[in-house]
């Protein structure tokens, strides 16, 4: 069964507005951990905002915010003013499972990706 | 502090030649991973170690093997390379830092194999 479902294969905004990308996950535990990746057309994977499943606030990180909503399982990322330089793929990404005597299992399940592309 | 770094950043492989591909870290992180992507998909694990010590299968272990060398190196050796296999890897560390969880990923090594 898909953990990670991203439903958006592209999406479009224009320069400076705001845009909304969407992520689902299923998982029966009580610990995990939302990600938002962006993979430029370069390659890398840069990481963007992390959210932890007991955190109470949602994450921000400059222009990104994570709107989590965790009884309908969902992880959207939003970024407010978009610039041409956020044209990229995003990936939602889920660690599941607690963390053991210290030491993270940060094993990650990806989703599919949506490609973003920002208009002048 | 370069972060994760990979080498080498791009290989061409004939069937059934072998190769290691290398991965350090200087971020002090304990736990390490490698990840294929395959086109117009997300990446999907291949082994982890979570500590130095330790490796454990991920979700597409078959035809690799893994080193976790000491707490910066983790290498990914194919011993037989089979076309499937051709695929961009990413290696990545991890660590609970004062509250924060951090992932990053190396630049990647785009794999051909012909």
């Known amino acids: 069964a898909q953990k990670i479902t991203q439903t958006q294969p592209g999406m479009f905004v224009q320069e400076k507005e705001a845009v909304t990308l969407d992520c689902t996950y299923d998982?029966?535990?009580?610990?995990?951990?939302l990600f938002w990746y962006k993979q430029p057309s370069s390659g890398e994977m840069i990481f963007l905002i992390y959210q932890g499943s007991y955190d109470e606030q949602n994450a921000t990180e400059g222009r990104y915010s994570l709107n989590f909503q965790k009884a309908r399982k969902s992880a959207n990322l939003v970024i407010s003013a978009s610039q041409l330089g956020d044209s990229a793929m995003y990936f939602c990404a889920m660690r599941e499972g607690p963390n053991a005597g210290g030491t993270s299992y940060g094993k990650l399940t990806f989703g599919q990706g949506t490609i973003l592309t920002v208009h002048p | 502090n370069a972060g994760v770094t990979q080498t080498p950043k791009f290989q061409v492989l004939k069937t059934g030649q072998s190769m290691t591909l290398q991965c350090a870290q200087d971020?002090?992180?304990?736990?390490m991973y490698w990840y294929r992507q395959d086109p117009g998909m997300g990446l999907r694990l291949i082994y982890y170690s979570a500590s130095e010590g330790t490796t454990d299968k991920g979700e597409v272990p078959n035809g690799y093997n893994v080193s976790r060398l000491n707490k910066r190196e983790f290498s990914l050796r194919l011993e037989s390379a089979a076309p499937s296999q051709t695929s961009v890897y990413f290696c990545?560390?991890?660590?609970?830092?004062?509250?924060?969880?951090?992932?990053?990923f190396g630049p990647g090594t785009r794999l051909t194999v012909t």
């Open positions: 971020m002090n992180h304990n736990s």
């Open positions: 990545a560390s991890s660590e609970w830092v004062d509250s924060n969880y951090e992932q990053y």
């Open positions: 998982t029966s535990d009580q610990s995990y951990g």
